[in-house]
T-cell receptor
């Protein structure tokens, strides 16, 4: 139980393009989803908290217009990196919670911006 | 907001030895303290967690202790095996919204 999937697992794009990453809870309803970014050999940094049907809450320093988050259903949240640049290259990981405090992580998406 | 400090940043042990990783947190409202294991390029996997109403929790070779007065918690791995080698992260929830603040991680290497 408590399986979270992410798609794609890796993506390479050109600078200036937009990339969409999907996060799905496969066997439970996720009232809250979280988006993290992890640079090599560093910890997980929370970018935003996403609740189904409402606007995402972004952490300080995270540009909401650059990192668009949509949580349209209890099983799906999407992160769109708009006008991506090389400095956005990172490992993006989502997690999902079923209303309790435990977070279950997706497998991550490695984004490389050329 | 919550601040989590984790030590050591690297830890090397011989197979069969014990490993201890320590974390401190700043927000006394924190109630939930999970530990995650992350292998290179993989997702963080929850290995054990503890809540503020408990002082210690054990699951086979893994145990976690919590001292709310001192605001620190520790991960103990006994009889380490090479497959325990990974980066371990502690986290605390800051007492609200289930947001987790992570420590910087500990790279554990278990030498055969």
């Amino acid at each position: 139980g408590a399986v979270v999937s992410q798609h794609p697992s890796w993506v390479i794009c050109k600078s200036g393009t937009s990339v969409k990453i999907e996060c799905r809870s496969l066997d439970f309803q996720a009232t809250t989803m979280f988006w993290y970014r992890q640079f090599p050999k560093q910890s997980l940094m929370l970018m935003a908290t996403s609740n189904e049907g409402s606007k995402a809450t972004y952490e300080q320093g995270v540009e909401k217009d650059k990192f668009l988050i949509n949580h349209a259903s209890l099983t799906l949240s999407t992160l769109t990196v708009t006008s991506a640049h090389p400095e956005d290259s990172s490992f993006y990981i989502c997690s999902a919670s079923d209303g309790e405090d435990t977070q279950y992580f997706g497998p991550g998406t490695r984004l490389t911006v050329l | 907001g919550e601040n989590v400090e984790q030590h050591p940043s690297t830890l090397s042990v011989q197979e069969g030895d014990s490993a201890v990783i320590k974390c401190t947190y700043s927000d006394s409202a924190s109630n939930y303290f999970p530990w995650y294991k992350q292998e290179l390029g993989k997702r963080p996997q929850l290995i054990i967690d503890i809540r503020s109403n408990v002082g210690e929790k054990k699951d086979q070779r893994i145990a976690v202790t919590l001292n709310k007065t001192a605001k620190h918690f520790s991960l103990h791995i006994t009889e380490t095996q090479p497959e325990d080698s990974a980066v371990y992260f502690c986290a605390a929830d800051g007492g609200s919204n289930y947001k987790l603040t992570f420590g910087k991680g500990t790279l554990l290497t278990v030498n055969p």
